[in-house]
C-alpha cells in the first residue's frame, strides 16, 4: 500500500485546508486510516482516524473544527480543516492500517503500519 498526500500549504488563521491522501497499491476501505501531524520539535500526534466500519476519532484539539473522510471509489482519504491556528502548523502525514478498539490507541504512531510521506501545512499571517 502506498500513500501520497496532497493539499498542504500556506494558510492565515482561520482559514482553511482540504488535505488528500491517495492510495494505491491496496483497498483503504480494508484498512483503518487517519491522520498524523509533526511539528518542528515535537513527537508526532494522532489528528484523527476513520475505521472500516466507519467510526471516527479526532484528537480534543481539533475536534469541532477538522472533518476526516473516505471516497473508496477514489481509494482516498481527506481531511478538512476549518478555523486553523497557528498550533496547527506541522507536517501532516496519512496513515493506514491503524490500532483500533483499544482507547486512544488510533493515536500511536507505533501502531501504524503504513505512512505516506507527509505534507506541510503552515498556519501565519
Known amino acids: 500500500l502506498q500513500l501520497v498526500e496532497s493539499g498542504g500549504g500556506l494558510v492565515q488563521p482561520g482559514g482553511s485546508l482540504r488535505l488528500s491522501c491517495a492510495a494505491s497499491g491496496d483497498a483503504l476501505e480494508d484498512y483503518a486510516i487517519g491522520w498524523f501531524r509533526q511539528a518542528p520539535g515535537k513527537e508526532r500526534e494522532g489528528v484523527s482516524c476513520i475505521t472500516i466500519d466507519g467510526s471516527i476519532y479526532y484528537a480534543d484539539s481539533v475536534k469541532g473544527r477538522f472533518t476526516i473522510s473516505r471516497d473508496n471509489a477514489k481509494n482516498t482519504v481527506y481531511l478538512q480543516m476549518n478555523s486553523l491556528k497557528p498550533d496547527d502548523t506541522a507536517v501532516y502525514f496519512c496513515?493506514?492500517?491503524?490500532?483500533?478498539?483499544?482507547?486512544?490507541?488510533?493515536?500511536?504512531?507505533?501502531?501504524?503500519?503504513?505512512w505516506g510521506q507527509g505534507t506541510q501545512v503552515t498556519v501565519s499571517s
Open positions: 496513515a493506514a492500517d491503524l490500532l483500533v478498539g483499544y482507547g486512544n490507541s488510533w493515536s500511536v504512531p507505533g501502531y501504524v503500519a503504513y
